[in-house]
């Protein structure tokens, strides 16, 4: 099951208001899912780090993110079932920056 949470425009503003709570969260460029990341700890301090280029150029390109809430425990089983049902619908690969190894 996808992630349901509203779709927000990859600003900085938009980053700060994302919650510090661990959780799964979507980065998107373009309308194509190029990222599906974890927190076990803080939402926000991913995206943030997925913003300034601390992650990777790759995710940097991010127009678009999404996120859901989770428990800390959670948080990698979610990551790994949205990756699989990625695969399952793009012929087995994982979004281009999940590839990558890092963001």
Known sequence: MPITGATQQFTKANV?????KPGVYELIEN???IYYGESN???RARLIRHQDGTEGACTRA???FRYELTTASA???????LLAE???LHDGKNPRCNEMGRG
């Open 16 to 20: 700060e208001a994302a919650p510090e």
């Open 31 to 33: 309308g194509t899912t």
């Open 41 to 43: 700890v803080s939402i």
């Open 62 to 64: 991010a127009t678009h």
């Open 75 to 81: 948080s990698v089983t979610r990551q790994n079932e």
């Open 86 to 88: 990625y695969r399952r």
